[in-house]
């Protein structure tokens, strides 16, 4: 379905096009901006499933021999900030087991949460919603302060309890209570930019360019909506719709038996 995005948002996206293309950063020039962010308060699950259906859990391993993964990531999503800003994390599996929640800045610096059970952690759905402290009822943020030289496009990961391993997560409504398992998968998560006067989130800065989910099983249905700027301005929405399939991958792809794609941008 072709039709048009918000303003504000497609500027967004096509200023991470360019930014990533001038920067080189990335092979393919196709980015997923996956969030669509609800009154500015976080961007990450809570966005993927606010349309009902069932939740999709962030698959996130290394593991290459599941079919439906065969692209693999440790749950990477990509963040534009500025010098100033900050960046507010958080993971349902952060603590448990290997969980945890790694950055990859700019300038090459990297850094985690480690093995924190309270900083960092998402515990619950009510927590989801919220966003990071200091929203109301919010959970504790591991953060982050962009220094100087590290504006530009950070990487998370949000690395799950267990990097490989048969356990399905239990399937569950997306705007239910969840259960975070021991699996490779996260039941929610979220990535939130603090201005530099600390007094608002800024919406919109969140996107990723591989994005591997998993229901839990295979009676209920994928009801995310993914937000698609084309590199030559065409604007998509792609609705789910109820989508059934146990696991799930999307990613771009510019090149199919040597044939040039086109080349997108998606946001949620």
Same mark, same amino acid.
Request: proline share 4%.
């Given at each position: ?25 990335? @092979? ?7 969030? *669509?962010? /609800?009154?500015?308060?976080?961007? =990450? ?41 900050? @960046?507010?994390?958080? !993971? ?8 945890? #929640? ?6 090459? !610096? ?13 515990? !619950? ?11 109301? +009822? ?6 982050? %302060?962009?220094?100087? =030289?590290?504006?530009? %496009? $950070?990487?998370?990961?949000? %690395? ?9 997560? &239990? ?6 209570? $969840?259960?975070?398992? &021991? ?14 006067? +600390?007094?608002?989130? @800024?919406?919109?800065?969140?996107? &990723?360019? /591989?994005? !591997?989910? #998993?229901?839990? =099983?295979?009676?209920?249905?994928? +009801? =995310? /909506?993914?937000? /698609?700027? &084309? ?6 929405? *792609?609705? +789910? ?28």
């Amino acid at each position: 379905m072709q039709r048009p995005i918000p303003a504000q948002y497609y500027r967004i996206c096509m200023a991470y096009s360019g930014f990533l293309h001038k920067k080189r950063l990335l @092979l393919y020039r196709l980015i997923f901006c996956l969030f *669509m962010p /609800i009154a500015g308060f976080a961007e =990450g699950s809570k966005e993927l499933n606010q349309n009902g259906g069932f939740r999709a859990f962030l698959y996130s391993s290394t593991e290459v021999s599941i079919p439906s993964f065969l692209f693999p990531t440790l749950g990477t999503m990509k963040v534009y900030a500025k010098v100033g800003e900050t @960046l507010y994390l958080g !993971s349902s599996a952060q603590g448990i087991g290997r969980g945890t #929640i790694n950055l990859r800045s700019p300038d090459g !610096s990297t850094y985690t949460s480690s093995t924190s059970t309270s900083t960092g952690r998402i515990n !619950s759905r009510a927590e989801e919603v919220a966003g990071p402290l200091p929203n109301a +009822n919010g959970y504790t943020p591991f953060t982050r %302060v962009v220094a100087a =030289g590290q504006e530009g %496009v $950070w990487e998370i990961d949000f %690395v799950s309890a267990s990097n490989a391993g048969a356990e399905n997560p &239990t399937a569950q409504a997306a705007n239910g209570n $969840w259960t975070q398992g &021991t699996g490779p998968f996260v039941a929610a998560f979220d990535i939130s930019v603090r201005n530099t006067a +600390n007094t608002a989130f @800024l919406s919109g800065r969140v996107f &990723t360019t /591989i994005f !591997s989910g #998993i229901i839990g =099983g295979f009676t209920g249905g994928f +009801n =995310g /909506i993914f937000y /698609i700027v &084309t590199k030559d301005g065409y604007q998509y929405i *792609m609705d +789910n719709n109820g989508q059934a399939g146990n696991g799930f991958t999307f990613l771009p792809i510019t090149k199919v038996s040597g044939r040039r794609m086109a080349k997108h941008l998606i946001k949620v």
